[in-house]
């Protein structure tokens, strides 16, 4: 367990020029972040697991992560086929940093059930969430919740939501955008994105095909149309 402490770097990789990391995460698994301020890093918590280890289950709870150069949390494969459960409650992305949170490299395809509810967050000219690999959440249980988060401008020209895979899969409900220059992206026929437009909610995406015997509207497709506010 990592829990409250006040955690931060103004150092220099040399060799990028870069801001460090301030938490790795590198093998093992079975954590929990809890109670801490992590600032002034690259990223605050980087999970990008080794060859040949297992990350297993992850839970990240009222943490501050902010004046980072990169991103809240970043979450990138390496050599692993298949990932854990991964909870993130209750956090603050903020402060400066760019991204808030980043799930997925371009090798991706291992990340399991990952949760995301009740947090809050200002990206700079960034995204908040951003899901970019097709195979995130692609095993037969896997998927990805982003629910009752909140979601305000840092600076710029922010996004709450990119989904950016075309084979992600998962729901993002009941969250709050407010001066955004997008409130959600979606590519992905897998996943169910809501949107609210002055009081009304909506799905960003097109009408789906659905599947025979099928009685619901089943999953909204690709950004290519944005049905946001419609009911």
Known sequence: MISNNNIGTNKVDSASNSGLDCVALLSGGNLQVVNNLIHFCSTSVLVQPSAGTLIGDLFFANN???????????????TLTTGQTIQIANNDFGGGTPDGIFLGDANAGW????????????????????????????????GIAIIGNAFRTGGGSPTGI?????????????NVFHALSTNIANVSPTFLAENFVNGHAGYVGVAPTLTAGCNGPGQVTTGATDHSGTI
């Open 64 to 78: 501050s992560f902010e004046q980072n150069t990169v991103a809240g949390m970043i979450f990138n494969k390496g």
């Open 111 to 142: 990340l399991g059930d990952v949760t995301i509810v009740g947090n809050t967050f200002y990206p700079n000219n960034a995204t908040g969430i951003t899901i970019t690999n097709s195979s995130n959440g692609a095993g037969s249980s896997g």
């Open 162 to 174: 990119n989904i950016t895979g075309n084979a992600a899969k998962g729901r993002a409900e009941g």
